[in-house]
């Protein structure tokens, strides 16, 4: 009885089956169980002949039961790895990627362009202190080109008692550079720049480009050929037109502001052409002129010696002009359908 009992635990093929047969030999109302308890009923001699032999059939059965599981046990877990093999040859499905955001891509553009003409990155902090952001640069205290930048001062004053804002334009960036590099001197300087203002077309925050050229003997031709060359490489087109008009800028002299021709096609803006060609027009991108002789006296120069000419434009707006965009705000959503409509999500 005790070998029947045995090779039929060998025998199960499921787990399942292994559980119900422990239930009918171990459990409450199971065979074995059944067995323990005649021995209350035995005579003591009865006993010791039957005792060790129903102890030690409990004993065979619990092992076997304990081995067939484990036998069971591992042949399931091969079977659910056989079936479950991959086949890694498959392509994998696409997942949802992150990509450059333009703002971003356009200033590496930017640093591209003027990379292959000799210009050089420098950088400024953008909590900059009065000094640097407008005395410096021909802008003191009284005067009312500070009103022009609606600007965010911080409560404090630094340790030199200058006061501390967030700096309104990158021009702050050329004191700095002549200052820690001399002449001459190519350098663009692309960064965050803050104004307490927010419409479709100001955000408080936005980016611009600074550029500053210094040098013997530099006029207004280069600044014109540099913006020309500039233009064109970003745009990507050997077509676009470039209006100068006279302007003011405290640090610059003389100042000039920089539109570029565009053509209307299908209603959209698109730059190339004079935008006095029918139906075409001039955007203003940029602000630029010779530096002022006070700056560069301020950047610790000899204006006698070196001059130089500068630029600064807003990136977020060349982005709009080069990508199509219509709402400077949305840059600064964060919402992926709008990349992605541009072009810029994966
Ligand atoms: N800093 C000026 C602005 O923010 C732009 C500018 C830069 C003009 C350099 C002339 C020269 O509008």
Redesign the pocket.
């Known amino acids: 009885a005790a070998r029947r009992t045995l090779d039929e635990i060998a025998a199960t093929t499921t787990l399942d089956a292994l559980e119900a047969l422990r239930v009918a030999l171990l459990g409450k109302q199971g065979s074995i169980s059944g067995l323990l308890k005649t021995l209350g009923k035995m005579t003591p001699e009865e006993r010791t002949i039957e005792g060790p032999k129903i102890h030690a059939l409990r004993e065979s059965v619990t092992a076997a039961l304990a081995e067939r599981k484990i036998a069971l046990e591992s042949a399931a877990l091969e079977a659910r790895l056989a079936a479950e093999t991959i086949d890694l040859t498959l392509p994998a499905p696409d997942a949802p990627r992150g990509s450059v955001h333009p703002i971003a891509q356009v200033m590496d553009e930017l640093a591209e362009v003027f990379a292959d003409l000799g210009f050089a990155v420098a950088t400024g902090p953008e909590i900059e202190d009065d000094w640097h952001n407008f005395t410096a640069l021909n802008m003191p205290e009284s005067h009312p080109a500070r009103a022009m930048h609606d600007t965010f001062y911080f409560p404090d004053r630094n340790e030199a008692g200058r006061e501390m804002l967030l700096r ?4 702050p960036v050329q004191i700095r550079a002549m200052i820690a590099q001399g002449a001459p001197l190519r350098i663009i300087a692309p960064g965050r ?1 803050y104004r307490s203002d927010s419409d479709a077309t100001h955000t408080p925050m936005f980016h ?1 480009i ?1 550029g500053l050229v210094i040098d013997k003997g530099i006029h207004l031709g280069h600044l014109k050929w540099t913006l020309e060359t500039f233009l064109k490489a970003f745009f990507e087109r050997d077509d676009v037109v470039l209006r100068l008009r006279p302007s003011y ?1 405290p ?2 002299e003389p ?1 000039v502001e920089v539109d570029v021709g565009y053509t209307l096609i299908n209603g959209k803006r698109v730059i190339g052409g004079s935008g006095d060609a029918s139906g075409g027009g001039w955007m203003e991108v ?4 010779m530096v002022n002789r006070k700056v560069i006296a301020a950047g610790g120069l000899d204006p006698d010696e070196w001059q130089g000419f ?3 434009t807003g990136v977020d707006r060349l982005a709009m002009l080069k990508y199509g965009m219509d709402d400077l705000r949305a840059f600064f959503d964060g919402d992926a359908r709008w990349l992605s409509h541009y072009g810029f999500a994966a």
């Open positions: 309104t334009h990158t021009s720049v611009q600074e800028f640090f610059t100042s940029l602000g630029s002129g500068a630029f600064g």
